[in-house]
């Protein structure tokens, strides 16, 4: 395992006690949206806006800890993941230093990559359940967006990843499977969702890829 990041603490005032006694069992990825990482520091940080997150990764590679892991930051708002709601008790929250319109850079990659198992290994997180926001909130929220670099985390089994060659036996359908992996498919916009994470720039009607993949995927699930 590579060594943690160090960390530059940047305490945000924007927090509090996880509530009904939940502990973190996700990580929620996020892009700050935003011309540069002071301004998104800034803004995680004001009390008006009421918004936080655990951790910040600059596109240089710092890293800024903002609230304790121990605490509830409010990062995600609403939404669900596999059926369940409060995200923000449930999770961990990473933004990353971009504007989604750009490819994330290397340092902030490698910086990410290093962060991410100290997390995982101190809650007990598995890869599963490593998401993006866009993932527990589906049209509502986009980040990381379809240029964030999913296939490169799942190489280090830091999130999933679908196998290029077909599930053979998998026979299960889009939404049973989806529904399984964690997504809200009540919701239009699931599909979308899934496929600027598993997909990205994928059109049209839900097909036969699409159950492929998330055949594949419910099938590595622990």
Known sequence: MAPAPDLIDFPSPNFGPRRDGLRPEL?????TAMKTAEAALERLCDPIP?????????????????VDEEMRAWHAGAGTWQGKGDINSRSIG???????????????????????????????????????HSDMAPGR??????????????????????????AEGLGTDWATAATQLGYD???????????????????GPLD???ARIAAHLTATLP
Not at 120 to 131: C, D, E, F, L, Y
Not at 185 to 203: D, G, I, V
């Open 27 to 31: 990580i929620v990825l996020h892009y």
């Open 208 to 210: 036969r890829e699409d």
């Open 50 to 66: 009421e918004v936080s997150a655990h951790y910040l990764i600059c596109e240089k590679g710092r890293v800024f800890k903002l």
């Open 141 to 166: 929220k986009f980040d990381p967006g379809p240029r964030f670099d999913w296939r490169r985390l799942a190489f280090q089994n830091l999130a999933l990843w679908p196998d290029a060659e077909p």
């Open 185 to 203: 498919t009540t919701q239009k916009e699931a599909l979308s969702a899934f496929r600027m994470r598993f997909r990205p720039y994928a059109t």
């Open 94 to 132: 990473i933004e990353l230093d971009n504007r989604g319109t750009h490819p994330f850079s290397e340092p902030q990659m490698v910086a990410l990559e290093t962060l991410l198992p100290t997390i995982m290994a101190r809650w007990n997180i598995a890869a599963s359940s490593v998401i993006g």
